[in-house]
């Protein structure tokens, strides 16, 4: 596969981040559409649910590179049509933090590789406090917990600029928003 590399961009790059089920899309969806610019959909979502509806086969290590590479990818097409900011449903970070704990801590040097090589200017940290909507994608409802602290530790960690939200999707936008505007 051909590798992705970041497109640079005077656009402020926010990633919607946390785990899945938290209101990461419908943020998304709301922010690009409060600042009248660009949003970058889960690349995973539609290659998984193709995976899932051809062969009812899940994700695989191999799919993560790809999925790495799709976000990316998607990610630069988006620049095109956006405007001061670029709103992104999730990005390498997510499918790193994915790969670890669906695959007993491991990550391909690739997807390492790449999450290295990339910058974003904001991650928003999107809390388990709303409904679990179950699909033919998500799994480990009861690990809600679990997975948020991993998402969380991995921004500490990294040393990553974030903000957490809670609460309805009225308030997270107003609190998301208000990080933005101060940035």
């Known amino acids: 596969m051909e590798t992705t590399t970041q497109q640079p961009t005077d656009c402020l790059r926010i990633v919607l981040y946390g785990p899945e089920s938290t209101g990461k899309t419908t943020l998304a969806k709301a922010l690009a559409e409060h600042y009248q610019t660009a949003w970058v959909p889960e690349f995973a979502r539609d290659f998984l649910q193709h995976k899932w509806d051809t062969r009812q086969e899940h994700c695989s290590l191999e799919d993560l590179i790809t999925i790495a590479h799709g976000q990316l990818a998607a990610e630069n097409a988006a620049l095109k049509n956006a405007r001061k900011f670029l709103f992104c449903d999730t990005n390498?970070?997510?499918?790193?933090?994915?790969?670890?704990?669906?695959?007993d801590g491991y990550c391909a040097p690739e997807?390492?590789?790449?999450?290295?090589?990339?910058?974003?200017?904001?991650?928003?940290?999107?809390?388990?406090?709303?409904p679990w909507e179950k699909d033919d994608l998500r799994d480990r409802p009861e690990a809600r917990p679990q997975m948020y602290n991993?998402?969380?530790?991995?921004?500490?960690?990294?040393?990553?600029?974030?903000?957490?939200?809670?609460?309805?999707?009225?308030?997270?936008?107003?609190?998301?928003i208000a990080a933005i505007e101060k940035r």
Not at 92 to 103: A, D, G, M, N, R
Not at 112 to 129: C, E, H, K, P, R
Request: glycine share 2%; hydrophobic share 50%; charged share 20%.
């Open 92 to 103: 390498i970070l997510v499918t790193k933090v994915w790969s670890e704990t669906h695959f």
């Open 111 to 130: 997807i390492a590789t790449l999450f290295a090589t990339t910058q974003y200017d904001l991650y928003v940290l999107t809390d388990i406090d709303v």
């Open 150 to 176: 991993y998402f969380k530790d991995q921004l500490i960690l990294h040393k990553l600029p974030f903000i957490a939200l809670s609460g309805t999707l009225e308030e997270r936008l107003a609190k998301a």
